[in-house]
Every structure is written in C-alpha cells, then in structure tokens.
C-alpha cells in the first residue's frame, strides 16, 4: 500500500520569501510519480510539479521545484518568491508506475497563507 | 473544452433520491478519475477508466455508488440513495496514457444530501 504523509497543517510566509513544503511518502514499488496539486480556494486542484522515481534531477517548473530525497523518501515542494496568489492548499500525491496501477494517492494537505 | 468539465457545480438533494454526476474529459484522454474530497480532507479514489472499461473500481464506498463511461469519452457518476455521508465535493480528471500520467481535474461538482 502506498501512503502520503504531509505534516504541517498550515504554513505562512511572507511576500517574495521561499517556503519549503514537507511530503514524505511510503511505498513498495519500485517505479512510482510524485506530484504536487494547489487546491485555491475555488475547488479546483491545479498541477505543479511532477517527479518521476528514476529521474536523475530535482524537477523545475517556474518558482516551484521539488526537493527530491529517494533515499529518504521525501518529496518537498519549494515555492521561491512567494506571491499573494500562492495562497492556497497544497498536496503532495504519488502514483504507482508498476503494473496497471494508475490512481493517485494524495496526503491530507498543507494550508500555505501568504502575508505581506 | 481546453479542460476537464464538470456538471452540475452544485447539487443538494435530499436524502434517498438518486443523483448523477457528469464529467467530461480533456479531449484525447483515454484514462478518466474520479475522486471525492470530504470536507477539509484530501482526495479519496473512486474509480479509473481506461476507455469505456473500469480496470480499478476498488475505491467505490458502497454498491449504492456506480460509474459508466461511453464512447471513451463523457462519465457519469451514479449515486442511488443518497445519505448524507455522501455530501462531499466529487472530482473528475482525466489524463494521457504516457510515462507520467499527470491527471488534470475539473472544478468539481460539491454536493449537499439534505
């Protein structure tokens, strides 16, 4: 069975400072993605960033990469420059890569609140 | 679309009637989701689609719960009875066949069993 575990409820940070998310994750197999979804408050979950399990190098997308630690199996989401906008909830989900599996496992989120 | 479309956006009902829930796909995704996210919680699966079969149905909560899809395309969620534990956002995404699989959702559909 896979599990997310994502341990800060809530997090703040001031405008135009980074901010690192925490994911760590369980699992078994040996080929799995790593994602990370902002929920706004709207509802709808918005792709980030995706990390595959054989991928050499940390992913980059815009002001989000993730900090990817297989061996300890975490996978940590910075946010650089934060804006006004980042305000939201993050979660972290993984997916199994192995056989026909192919739903997402998701954490229970952290609520990010960005200040000026 | 240009995304993943959800409808109706809201539905209350009362409780014991059925509902269903629409979901139409990005254009060209063969694998269609869906979720359901209690409130201040995370996502809990419900089924996956690949074309009109159902490969993963292990996610549905009850027999009361059932999905179909048609022409590898629009999926409707069925709930019959509805309790009011059913009340929840249900999400839909959809997503490509490839090495990452990354599913896009839609803007979900929240609903209220009275």
């Known amino acids: 069975a896979q599990k997310i575990t994502q341990t800060q409820p809530g997090m703040f940070v001031q405008e135009k400072e980074a901010v690192t998310l925490d994911c760590t994750y369980d699992t078994s197999d040996p080929s799995y993605g790593l994602f990370w979804y902002k929920q706004p408050s709207s509802g709808e979950m918005i792709f980030l960033i995706y990390q595959g399990s054989y991928d050499q190098q940390n992913a980059t997308e815009g002001r989000y990469s993730l900090n990817f630690q297989k061996a300890r199996k975490s996978a940590n989401l910075v946010i650089s420059a934060s804006q006004l906008g980042d305000s939201a909830m993050y979660f972290c989900?993984?997916?199994?890569?192995?056989?026909?599996?192919?739903?997402?496992?998701f954490g229970t989120g952290t609520r990010l609140q960005v200040t000026l | 679309g240009a995304g993943v479309s959800q409808s109706p956006s809201n539905k209350v009902t009362e409780k014991g009637k059925d509902v269903e829930l629409r979901c139409d796909p990005i254009s060209g995704h063969t694998a269609l989701y869906w979720y359901r996210q209690s409130l201040g919680q995370g996502l809990e699966f419900l089924i996956y689609?690949?074309?009109?079969?159902?490969?993963?149905k292990s996610g549905l909560p009850s027999d009361r719960f059932s999905a179909e899809r048609t022409g590898g395309s629009v999926s409707t969620l069925t709930i019959q009875r509805t309790q009011q534990e059913d009340s929840a956002v249900y999400l839909c995404a959809s997503s490509l066949r490839d090495t990452k699989n990354i599913q896009y959702f839609g803007a979900g559909t929240r609903l209220s069993v009275l």
């Open positions: 689609f690949q074309g009109n079969s159902a490969p993963d």
């Open positions: 989900a993984m997916r199994s890569r192995t056989g026909t599996a192919s739903k997402l496992t």
